[in-house]
């Protein structure tokens, strides 16, 4: 996958190329962690509410600025 002339964004950690379908092609996502917490409590137990939290990665397209979670 890695080529000796791929563009120096493939080296940044915060970058990554990923299928945009709203592009409908690979373009560069600028990637970040997000902690969410869950919404509903089932997963949850009251006492442990305050361990609901749970980072998930998040990319965003830069050509299209579309935002795109992903859990686990
Ligand atoms: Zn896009």
């Known amino acids: 996958m890695v080529t000796?002339?791929?563009p120096q964004y493939l080296f940044d950690p915060n970058k990554t190329v990923a299928y945009c379908e709203r592009c409908g092609k690979d373009t560069v996502h600028?990637?970040?962690?997000r902690l969410t917490s869950t919404?509903?409590?089932?997963?949850?137990?009251?006492g442990?509410?305050?361990?609901?939290?749970?980072?998930?990665?998040?990319?965003?397209?830069?050509?299209?600025?579309?935002?795109?979670?992903?859990?686990?």
């Open 30 to 33: 600028h990637l970040s962690i």
């Open 48 to 72: 442990n509410a305050k361990f609901a939290k749970r980072p998930v990665r998040r990319t965003v397209c830069s050509a299209c600025e579309t935002e795109i979670l992903h859990d686990r």
């Open 4 to 6: 000796s002339d791929a």
């Open 39 to 46: 919404a509903d409590g089932n997963e949850v137990a009251p």
